[in-house]
């Protein structure tokens, strides 16, 4: 006899899915942005908790700002100690400060929504 799959089995596959269609996506991100996205990851897991600002209905403008300041500033930070030799430390340090700021706040509005949107559609099987 077949066995029908439950909702909440559709949805874990229709994730795991998702999730591997975006890291096949992922790979394909120049080594800049890549690396810019690790960092922006690491931020969004720090600020990924239940009562986070992140998943506040209307998210505030400042802080979302103030986060990828902090990004950024982590960036040119690393960037400084990782040494010559490390190809991301020369590139970095000659783009333009808007270029960079540009590119984390698109990858982190970017992770923020992926994050609101998987936990809204996870509140369906989980009120």
């Known amino acids: 006899m077949l066995q029908r799959k439950s909702v909440r089995d559709d949805f874990y596959e229709q994730e ?32 990924d908790y239940e009562g986070s600002r992140m998943y506040d209905e209307y998210p505030d403008r400042y802080m979302l700002k103030k986060n990828c300041m902090s990004i950024s500033n982590r960036i040119k930070k690393d960037s400084e100690t990782m040494g010559v030799e490390a190809g ?26 992926r994050r609101r949107l998987r936990r809204r559609r996870g509140k369906r099987f989980y009120p």
Do not use: H
Not at 16 to 35: K, M
Not at 101 to 110: A, G, K, S, T
């Open 88 to 113: 991301f430390a020369r590139r970095c340090q000659n783009l333009p400060k808007e270029t960079l700021d540009d590119l984390v706040e698109v990858l982190f509005y970017n992770e923020v929504y």
């Open 16 to 47: 795991r899915y998702a999730n591997q269609e975006l890291r096949r996506f992922r790979a394909n991100y120049p080594e800049n942005a890549a690396l810019v996205q690790n960092y922006v990851e690491d931020a969004c897991d720090r600020m």
